[in-house]
């Protein structure tokens, strides 16, 4: 498969998962924001809200006792810049590996933290595996935002709506 045809791939795949029940859950899941870059308690409700305010999606996939996880999340996301640069044009959610078992197999995520950045487009932008210091962060995802948000509001002139049901 090349390699310019993975990131429609996995926007399918994670839209198609999105759209079934297979991720029905019961009870609340694990990754409830307990980090206040982190504003919804499931991807589900992030992609939602994503969608309807034209905002890029974020999910950090996590695991227990991942020291990765922990790193980014306190060096990498707690960062200031990071945060602040994330409150304007994202949807973010930190998504335990346990709640989206079979998500993150469809994927084909590897470990962890890995950071998956999609536009309410469906398109996936990027996929970030493992730890990245904020600067580095800052420097690869601000772009995509900056792009993304332009692309938004182009958007009549630029997008035709996807064939998939969400």
Not at 152 to 164: C, K, L, Q, R
Request: charged share 20%; with cysteine; glycine share 6%.
């Amino acid at each position: 498969m090349k390699r310019s045809a993975l990131p429609a791939m996995l926007a399918l795949v994670l839209l198609s998962f999105l759209s079934t029940a297979a991720l029905a859950q019961t009870g609340q899941p694990r990754s409830a924001s307990r980090h206040g870059v982190f504003t919804h308690s499931s991807i589900e409700q992030a992609w939602r809200s994503a969608v309807a305010e034209k905002k890029t999606l974020l999910v950090m996939f996590t695991s227990k006792h991942c020291v990765y996880c922990t790193k980014m999340l306190s060096e990498t996301y707690g960062h200031p810049a990071i945060q602040q640069m994330l409150a304007k044009g994202t949807e973010t959610v930190l998504a335990d590996a346990e709640d989206y078992r079979a998500l993150i197999k469809r994927m084909g995520i590897r470990g962890y933290p890995t950071t998956l950045l999609v536009s309410p487009q469906g398109e996936v932008l990027d996929l970030v595996e493992g730890f990245v210091e904020a600067k580095a962060f800052a420097k690869r995802v601000s772009p995509l935002l900056t792009k993304q948000a332009t692309h938004v509001g182009n958007a009549s002139a630029t997008f035709e709506s996807p064939t998939i049901d969400r």
